[in-house]
């Protein structure tokens, strides 16, 4: 009895096609849970405060709402030229450079955090 090699082919491609995107939604359903993950969202929220602060000259203020994008931001600090950001009670670990050479001020009132930048 002969083997049809042309159809066995087939098959196999078939099969590693199917086996690849189940694999690919595992990796794309797993990921999408991480996006909305409050870690996440707290690193999102420094690194874009840090970027205002790096390209900010003296003399400029910026207000940061203390609700912004689902999360609320309950405490957010500067320490040793890194910005932390405390979101949803969540105390930040590693926070995010700054390498802003002008002194920065941040008040907070009831919805919102002011920073202020000068020489």
Do not use: C
């Amino acid at each position: 009895m002969k083997k049809n090699k042309r159809g066995d082919t087939i098959q196999t491609a078939l099969i590693h096609i199917l086996i690849i995107g189940f694999i690919a939604t595992i990796f794309f359903i797993s990921n999408a849970q991480r996006i909305d993950n409050r870690f996440v969202r707290q690193q999102i929220i420094e690194k874009q405060i840090a970027l205002f602060i790096d390209s900010a000259i003296p003399g400029m203020e910026f207000t940061i709402n203390k609700i912004k994008e689902g999360s609320y931001i309950n405490k957010l600090e500067i320490k040793d030229d890194y910005i932390y950001a405390t979101v949803n009670s969540l105390p930040s670990a590693k926070g995010y450079p700054i390498f802003s050479p002008y002194s920065i001020q941040i008040n907070q009132d009831e919805w919102e955090y002011r920073i202020s930048i000068t020489k």
